[in-house]
């Protein structure tokens, strides 16, 4: 399974981007595709997640309201986070990652497959 992470870049605050996580190598019908970020000297820490067979999503109170989680099927098994109204503190590097669908849907350990992660800085 191979998961690959784009879209990052510097973006002022209030501002949009689009992250992309296209996932290879398996079928991802009864998997969980989660975004999780980690600030420098942070705890990597939930974003969303995406149920893949359902369109389940789950978001954290931080970025609930200003972040859209989506998918395409026709590309690539591609999971799309919408991010709008940037922060500073959103300024973080963000991982994708997969995982069979089940609980502990916010928990970075239950999560098997991991990209290589994509930088994300909002200026103030």
């Known amino acids: 399974v191979q998961l690959q992470a784009s879209g990052g870049g510097l973006v002022q605050a209030g501002g949009s981007l689009r992250l992309s996580c296209a996932a290879s190598?398996?079928?991802?019908?009864?998997?969980?595709m989660a975004w999780f970020r980690q600030a420098p000297g942070k705890e990597r820490e939930f974003v969303a997640a995406?149920?893949?067979?359902?369109?389940?999503?789950?978001y954290a109170d931080s970025v609930s309201g200003r972040a859209t989680l989506s998918r395409d099927n026709t590309k690539k098994n591609t999971v799309y986070l919408q991010m709008n109204s940037l922060k500073p503190e959103d300024t973080a590097v963000y991982y994708c990652?997969?995982?069979?669908?089940?609980?502990?849907?916010?928990?970075?350990?239950?999560?098997?497959?991991w990209g290589q992660g994509t930088q994300v800085t909002v200026s103030s």
């Open positions: 990652a997969a995982k069979q669908y089940g609980v502990e849907v916010r928990v970075p350990t239950a999560y098997t497959y």
């Open positions: 190598g398996r079928t991802f019908s009864n998997y969980l």
């Open positions: 995406l149920s893949w067979g359902g369109g389940s999503t789950y």
